[in-house]
């Protein structure tokens, strides 16, 4: 099959992410991935540095008639059998372009974030008729997509987002060398987080841990992995100013954004997913690929993924004091620890597989495809 995949976010975070990576899978199921993006964006230099077919397009707001234009054009010339998007905006661009372009192919949707905004209007309802299938990447985006999208419930479906269990394997990473580069001891303790730098992700609440943690245990380190995203630095001033305002400059340490994720999470011994409400959690995901015990926020998609007393501890989220305690069990037992590390990578390997979950994305590929031909 041909798949045209579009993704027109400016921003760099795991949808932007998961959208490459999705390309580059089905590549390697023998299968042929194009990517619409937007120009000048990390999502369009990764994409080309990994050897992704790219398509620019600029597209803002639901009124694109140029953009429409073109995407008709790329359309038509280019033979596809299925359009995917993993940015629900993009269908305000896509739908017109399809009927300009007066293709049939099948269209579907991955519903990467929920929405407060109920969308049963004519204008939606005229955008979302055209979708084959909405796929929601966790139950409660499923849910959401039900209550404010003009969906049938035969059109929508679950497919969780993935993590190539191969690529983030225990045995592959190197855990010494990032250690090293930050100065950790061997019998240091190492909290970690991965996020954007960007309000409801929980830093605030990460750093309050730290803060009464920290002096109870003499060999407990912090690392905090990320950036801030476009429009997201007023943000992350806030946080860099409240890591020293606790006067936690030496116990934890700020990476910056890194490529070499796999490495940087195998150098962690406890990893914290305090986000408020997110739609499925990837970084968690990948740290559970990981081997790594988690503390997650017993909220939204986290809840498809983390089994708590199994895999990891949940505990209330935005309640800091929670979070403090169930961090400071997992630092207090080692061997709870280990057995929770190996049942997380057991679980991502049986549920979250890339490779598995691509071909799900496949098998409903052919169904939309053969429902078209009927």
Known sequence: MKILYSCLSKSWGGMEMFAVTACIELQKKGHEAELICYPGTRMEEDAVSKGVKVHPLKASGYFNPVSINKLAGIIRKGGFDVVHTQYSKDLWVLVPALRLAGSNIPLLMTKQLGSFVVKKDFLHRWVYKRLDYALAISKVIEKNLL????????????????????????????????????????????????????????????????????????????????????????????????????????????????????????????????????????ALAEAMAMGKPVVAAAADGVLDINVDGETGWFFEAKNKDD????????????????????????????????????????????????????
């Open 147 to 282: 209550d404010t999208c003009p969906l049938d419930e035969s059109k929508v479906l679950l497919l969780h987002n993935a993590v190539d269990t191969n690529k983030f394997a225990p045995v592959k990473a190197n855990r010494n060398k990032i250690r090293e580069e930050f100065g950790y001891k061997n019998d240091d303790i190492v909290v970690g987080m991965l996020a954007r730098f960007s309000q409801g992700k929980g830093h605030e609440d990460v750093l309050y841990a730290a803060k009464q943690l920290i002096p109870e245990f003499n060999n407990l380190r912090f690392m905090i992995v990320g950036e801030p995203s476009r429009g997201e630095d007023d943000y992350g001033n806030k946080i860099l100013s409240m890591h020293k305002e606790y006067e936690l400059e030496d116990k934890v340490k700020f990476t910056g954004f890194r490529n070499d994720t796999p490495d940087i999470i195998s150098a962690m011994d406890i990893f914290a997913f305090p986000s408020h409400n997110e739609a499925f959690g990837i």
């Open 323 to 374: 979070l403090t305690e169930k961090l400071r069990k997992l630092i207090l037992s080692p061997k709870e620890r280990k057995i929770f590390g190996i049942n997380a990578r057991k679980r991502i390997i049986e549920h979250f597989d890339l490779a598995l979950l691509t071909d799900k994305a496949i098998s409903i590929y052919k169904a939309a495809i053969k429902k078209k031909e009927k």
